[in-house]
């Protein structure tokens, strides 16, 4: 059983920066694509950001404009989203995805708040 643990979402102002963690335990890390998704009430889940298994490679969704960077450590079993220059239209409950082939592992998300 895989199992993703999601932190360091909260309230922060337009223009403010905030870094995401997601721990995962329980299967082997390094195997991984990660990924982070984020959801509003009332929208569909959106894609953000995704790294390859070793960290070579990363992809951004549209809506993100260079603000945001995925990181990952494979010796802590870690996977981190360095959000910087926050808009509110970035408030949403952002969840980390684990990606294996067919098999998908979901965090329950963190939430992020951006004032004005």
């Known amino acids: 059983q895989v199992q993703l643990v999601e932190s360091g979402g909260g309230l922060v102002q337009a223009g403010g920066s905030l870094r995401l963690s997601c721990a995962v335990s329980?299967?082997?890390?390094?195997?991984?694509?990660m990924a982070w998704f984020r959801q509003t009430p009332g929208k569909e889940r959106e894609f953000v950001v995704a790294?390859?298994?070793?960290?070579?490679?990363?992809y951004s969704g549209d809506s993100i404009q260079g603000r945001f960077t995925i990181s990952r450590d494979n010796a802590k079993n870690t996977v981190y989203l360095q959000m910087n220059s926050l808009k509110p239209e970035d408030t949403a409950v952002y969840s980390c995805?684990?990606?294996?082939?067919?098999?998908?592992?979901w965090g329950q998300g963190t939430q992020v708040t951006v004032s004005s």
């Open positions: 329980g299967g082997t890390f390094g195997t991984y694509a």
């Open positions: 790294i390859s298994r070793r960290g070579g490679t990363t």
């Open positions: 995805n684990a990606i294996f082939g067919y098999l998908n592992y």
